[in-house]
């Protein structure tokens, strides 16, 4: 059972990448996927959130009109398409799962992770 990311690169700003998070022996079914960045010396934030089941997003102010996530159920997979993109959007990208489908926004709620996939903006 894993989330792997991918997508990942290095962009100019103004630029745009599509990441992606593929479920391996696992169906997301009503769970929350949430996407977070973290950027070096800082804390891990949260980026975006979506109910599956529902088809609800939320996003954080400071990429909400940018950022849009998307999903293929069939392929198991959810998307983070980022465009307009910004220095300060650099960092590792991870998506995680909440089974329990709760607040989609808080770090600790989320218990299976991807490994990453780096965003480099300059």
């Known amino acids: 059972v894993q989330l792997v990311e991918s997508g990942g690169g290095s962009v100019q700003a103004g630029g745009s990448l599509r990441l992606s998070c593929a479920a391996s022996?696992?169906?997301?079914?009503?769970?929350?996927v949430g996407w977070f960045r973290q950027a070096p010396g800082k804390d891990r934030e949260w980026v975006a959130g979506t109910y599956i089941d529902a088809r609800s997003t939320y996003y954080a102010d400071s990429v909400s009109g940018r950022f849009t996530v998307s999903q293929d159920n069939a392929k198991k997979t959810v998307y983070l398409q980022m465009d307009r993109l910004k220095p300060e959007d650099t960092g590792t990208y991870y998506c995680?799962?909440?089974?329990?489908?709760?607040?989609?926004?808080?770090?600790?709620?989320?218990?299976?992770w991807g490994q990453g996939t780096q965003v480099t903006v300059s």
């Open positions: 995680a799962a909440d089974r329990g489908g709760g607040t989609c926004y808080l770090k600790d709620e989320f218990n299976l």
């Open positions: 022996d696992y169906t997301f079914g009503q769970d929350c």
